[in-house]
């Protein structure tokens, strides 16, 4: 279902950032919903089905502006660099959150400790504000990028194209 409605959000927007921009307010409406309603399992659970969905459409268009844009010589490199930045993310998100969650109150007439409602507000402000950021950086990138021939540090690949016999 979430597919679907990526391909039908895609084809009906002309630019390549435009699902990047709407998967991210998307984002943003489920993160500060997390933020705002987290008192009932039910209210968790909407607000992350729908910062899932914006978080999907997000990541499926800023894949197909990586392998679009990128030239064909290069899709392996640039494929792999994200593929790695998004392992990185994935392991320093949980990582931010334990941290943000290890301040404990302890409750009264329950055994053990567990996180205070400010951690979790933390946890749920900084997702918003990471969605704000990709907002951000999606309204950045420019629709045509015409010049783009191979990589800056690939100087044979420079050279090569610089005196091809098609020029």
């Known amino acids: 279902m979430v597919v ?3 391909y039908f959000v895609r084809s009906r927007i002309s630019t390549r950032r435009g699902p990047t921009i709407i998967g991210g307010i998307i ?10 309603f987290h008192s009932t399992e039910f209210e968790v659970s909407t607000n992350l089905a729908v910062m899932v969905c914006g978080l999907s459409l997000t ?5 197909n502006i990586v392998v679009s844009k990128s030239p064909k010589e290069f899709t392996g ?10 392992f990185i993310g994935m ?8 941290i943000f969650m290890e301040d404990h109150e302890t409750i009264q007439g ?4 567990y996180p205070s409602a400010g951690s979790c507000r933390l946890v749920f402000l900084t997702a918003g504000l ?3 950021f990709s907002i951000g950086f999606a309204l950045m990138l420019r629709n045509h990028q015409e010049n783009i021939a191979v990589s800056p540090f690939n100087r044979y690949a420079q050279i090569r194209l610089r005196y091809s016999p098609s020029n």
């Open 130 to 132: 990471l969605s704000v």
């Open 27 to 36: 984002s943003l409406i489920g993160a500060l919903g997390l933020r705002i």
């Open 110 to 113: 329950v055994e053990g400790s």
């Open 59 to 63: 990541v499926t268009a800023t894949w």
């Open 77 to 86: 490199i640039y494929v792999g660099v994200g593929s790695l930045l998004f």
């Open 4 to 6: 679907a409605s990526i």
């Open 91 to 98: 392991a320093v998100g949980p990582a931010l959150s334990g």
